[in-house]
Nanobody, 123 residues
Framework: VQLQASGGGLVLAGGSLRLSCAAS????????VGWFRQAPGKEREFVAAISGSGSSIYSSDSMKGPFTISRDNDKNTVYLQMNSLKPEDTAVYYC?????????????????WGRGTQVTVSS
């Protein structure tokens, strides 16, 4: 499966963005998808993940309120709605898929990665 993340950009603090992760291939509902982010000089960080059916969701404790993950399997797309953005949310955001339908926070559990989309939040 190939993944393409989009929707990033420059936004003022307090603003919102919706990221999209579009997947190619069939049987997209069989893949769990996660969002991760990486700021310069920092390790890749878990943001949120959703199971193949969308019935199970995991979110980072620090981002659980402002960030919401969802998916539309008919459109082969996973979304990350980000509200109340802060400058510390500035990072490259990646989506990733794994060959199992169950979601996980572990970065090493994902088999396919998109190229990332830059999110910059200015104060």
């Amino acid at each position: 499966v190939q993944l393409q993340a989009s929707g990033g950009g420059l936004v003022l603090a307090g603003g919102s963005l919706r990221l999209s992760c579009a997947a190619s291939g069939r049987s997209f509902g069989g893949y769990a998808v996660g969002w991760f982010r990486q700021a310069p000089g920092k390790e890749r960080e878990f943001v949120a993940a959703i199971s193949g059916s969308g019935s199970s969701i995991y979110s980072s404790d620090s981002m659980k309120g402002p960030f919401t993950i969802s998916r539309d399997n008919d459109k082969n797309t996973v979304y990350l709605q980000m509200n109340s953005l802060k400058p510390e949310d500035t990072a490259v955001y990646y989506c990733a898929a794994r060959l199992f339908s169950s979601a996980t926070m572990r970065v090493n559990a994902y088999d396919y990665w998109g190229r990332g989309t830059q999110v910059t939040v200015s104060s």
